[in-house]
């Protein structure tokens, strides 16, 4: 049986993570609030993120900062810009 959330970021009930993403209160928080769909484009804008910014994982300052962009998108908020970045266009077939 699909595990249903009502998403915080799309604030509809939608089908919910396998498991929570990593271990933890966060993770669990994270499965039990956010729905697949806004999971999987937080990872793609977690991917820009770490690319634009040149983020290197292993500094304790970059994972805080992605922790915090994280946490803003999940609430709809504001998230920080590449400056110059320009998202791809959508595939036209």
Not at 12 to 26: W, Y
Not at 50 to 65: F, P, S, T, V
Not at 69 to 79: I, N, S, T, V
Request: glycine content about 6%; proline content about 9%.
């Amino acid at each position: 049986m699909t595990h249903l959330v009502f998403c915080t970021r799309l604030k509809e009930e939608l089908p919910g993570l396998d498991a929570p993403p990593f271990p933890g209160p966060r993770g669990e928080e994270i499965y039990a609030n956010v729905s697949q769909q806004a999971w999987a484009a937080w990872q793609e804008q977690q991917t820009m993120l770490i690319n634009e910014h040149q983020l290197n994982m292993m500094d304790k300052g970059a994972r805080k900062y992605l922790n915090e962009q994280m946490d803003k998108y999940f609430a709809g908020e504001e998230l920080s810009k590449a400056e110059g970045y320009i998202p791809p266009e959508p595939n036209e077939s």
